[in-house]
């Protein structure tokens, strides 16, 4: 059984702060996505990470993908209350599935 | 809009009632997965098709719970049967055969009382 651990679970942090939240695993998949969840909503997919030591960012956020593929990080950069919500990591693996740790809760204070 | 969609959003059940869920992946999407999500944590895999071929089952799901993609195209999501154990969010989520990527839609709120 592939498991994604994910911490913290809970973060809340001031507005213009930075942040780093870890996904990690004992498993190694083919790809990672991140994802973004609002309560009573999907999650909403933010970025796939391919490439053992790869990098993307997508604005203020900073993501990276371990040499082993077994874990990823996710930095956030002067964070704003619109960055509130359930931060979501995947491993996917080549029989098409794909493993969800529990997320990260993080609230942005104004 | 070409999203996924879920209908419907909320249901209300007792227990003991059948329910049944509607999902309609992102059109040209062949693939078309299930999860379940409670209270704080991650979404937990159900099942999954490609096509109309349901590839994969949980071993976490029971025979209560039965899952059809009759023309490859929506899918329905039916639990016989429901415990107060069955309450959570119901998630679909469509993909590419060739991607990595899915695309999850709304999610049905289900409470069994």
């Known amino acids: 059984t592939q498991l994604l651990e994910q911490s913290p679970q809970f973060l809340s942090i001031q507005e213009g702060e930075n942040l780093t939240v870890y996904c990690n695993s004992s498993?190694?998949?083919?790809?990672l996505q991140w994802y973004r969840q609002e309560p009573g909503e999907g999650p909403v997919l933010l970025v796939t990470?391919?490439?053992?030591?790869e990098v993307k960012k997508l604005k203020r956020l900073t993501f990276q993908f371990g040499d082993a593929r077994k874990d990823s990080s996710l930095h956030i950069t002067a964070a704003q209350t619109g960055d509130t919500g359930l931060y979501l990591c995947?491993?996917?693996?080549?029989?098409?599935?794909?493993?969800f740790g529990d997320g990260t809760t993080l609230t942005v204070k104004p | 809009d070409t999203g996924v969609s879920q209908n419907p959003r909320h249901k209300i059940t007792k227990r003991g009632q059948n329910v049944t869920f509607r999902c309609d992946p992102i059109?040209?999407?062949?693939?078309l997965y299930w999860y379940r999500q409670t209270l704080g944590q991650g979404p937990e895999f159900l099942t999954y098709?490609?096509?109309?071929?349901?590839?994969?089952k949980s071993r976490l799901l029971s025979d209560r719970f039965s899952a059809e993609r009759p023309k490859g195209s929506f899918s329905t999501l039916e639990i016989q049967r429901t415990e107060q154990g069955d309450s959570a969010m119901y998630l679909c989520?469509?993909?590419?055969?060739?991607?990595?990527?899915?695309?999850f839609g709304p999610g049905t709120r289900l409470t069994v009382t």
């Open positions: 989520a469509s993909s590419l055969s060739t991607g990595f990527e899915q695309y």
């Open positions: 990470v391919v490439t053992g030591g």
């Open positions: 498993s190694v998949f083919s790809s």
């Open positions: 098709f490609q096509n109309e071929a349901q590839l994969e």
């Open positions: 059109s040209e999407h062949n693939r």
């Open positions: 995947a491993g996917y693996n080549n029989a098409g599935k794909s493993t």
